[in-house]
């Protein structure tokens, strides 16, 4: 499931399972899929891997080349292989900078509006949302599929 106001970057995977199964001596599965939450307003840089089982927090920041397989906690920078939270309590904005002069990068230095929007904090909600995702019906109709529209949107952003 991915949150509102998420922005990728190109070249990113989301993979929720290996594709192919690999099986133990007693023939049991041992490589099952699993279920991918992503919260609201995260950044997902150019070619990051998001891998099965992986629960990222809202407003976390995932660099470059990085690959997650875990849970990140909600307003933080994490980067690499494997996955580093580098910083934490920091929010971003969609403006982009790539086109900023010297001048225009000094006028940028401190954030004028409201970081409210962008911080989120509170309990801890992750099974709330694990919860709403493993009781998702097959859908048989568009009746059901409003209906679990509905309870996804009405989420508060996923902390964790």
Known sequence: MIGKDVMFSSGCWIRNSDVHMIYD???ERINES??????????????????????IGSGAVLGLGSIVAKRVKSNSIN???????????????????????EEKTKQH??????????MFSGTNNLKQWQDIISKKPNFVS???????????????PMII
Do not use: A, M
């Open 34 to 55: 699993k279920s991918i939450l992503i919260g609201d307003h995260v950044w997902v840089g150019q070619d990051v891997s998001i891998l099965k089982g992986s629960c």
């Open 142 to 156: 568009v009746t059901e599929i409003k209906t679990f529209i509905n309870r996804i949107t009405k989420l508060e």
């Open 109 to 118: 230095r401190f954030y004028e509006d409201d970081p409210s929007l962008f």
């Open 79 to 101: 980067v690499g292989n494997p996955l580093k939270q580098t910083k934490e309590n920091v929010f971003w904005d969609r403006q982009s900078s790539h086109f900023f002069t």
């Open 25 to 27: 001596e007693q023939q």
